[in-house]
């Protein structure tokens, strides 16, 4: 798989229920972000968790990084509708102004 | 709370024009990017730039591509002669202390190519 590779890559859930996604990446980070996206719009930054921090929350998002397997996963609690977008994980493997790397993104549902 | 914007939001050109796209930056960052995302693909890193200058550029941006801080707020980037494959959202991001910190992206400037 490729550096930041998300998945499901659709994942359609009813209002009320959690979402996970998963993010896998290759090689060492330093940190790993979480952005959504909104159907033809920007990225909203959600989360950045660093190598050496295992777990964050920031109101009903929690977001795991486990280093040893490369993975990292993003859970969305109480889901509403206005959660519906795609959701990217990004990683930053070096030093300085490097630039992040992104997966293709899980495309969220949350049906009414 | 600050936000990175950007200029034009849309833009139609004909294969072969020059284009510039631009940003204006939070005003406490240093360090800026340009990313690109294909309809339907992943976000993709064209380059960064720190203290006036590219610190890192990917495959993609080639002698095509040139970037710029004309003043003490814009970020441009220009596409000498547009190829057709050009078309795509590009987005700017800036952060305040580098990659260590969290990228805040702009709305995007979504670019066609006739």
Known sequence: ?112 | EPEVTQTPSHQVTQMGQEVILRCVPISNHLYFYWYRQILGQKVEFLVSFYNNEISEKSEIFDDQFSVERPDGSNFTLKIRSTKLEDSAMYFCASTEQGAKETQYFGPGTRLLVL
């Not at chain 1, 890559?9 to 972000?33: D, F, R, V």
């Not at chain 1, 950045?48 to 486990?66: A, C, F, P, Q």
């Not at chain 1, 994980?89 to 009414?112: E, M, V």
């Open chain 1, 1 to 112: 798989s490729q550096q930041g590779e998300e998945d499901p890559q659709a994942l359609s859930i009813q209002e009320g229920e959690n979402a996970t996604m998963n993010c896998s990446y290759k090689t060492s980070i330093n940190n790993l972000q979480w952005y959504r996206q909104n159907s033809g719009r920007g990225l909203v930054h959600l989360i950045l968790i660093r190598s050496n921090e295992r777990e964050k929350h920031s109101g009903r998002l929690r977001v795991t990084l486990d280093t040893s397997k490369k993975s990292s996963s993003l859970l969305i609690t109480a889901s509403r509708a206005a959660d519906t977008a795609s959701y990217f994980c990004a990683t930053r493997t070096g030093g300085g102004a490097d630039g992040l790397t992104f997966g293709k993104g899980t495309h969220l549902i949350i049906q009414p």
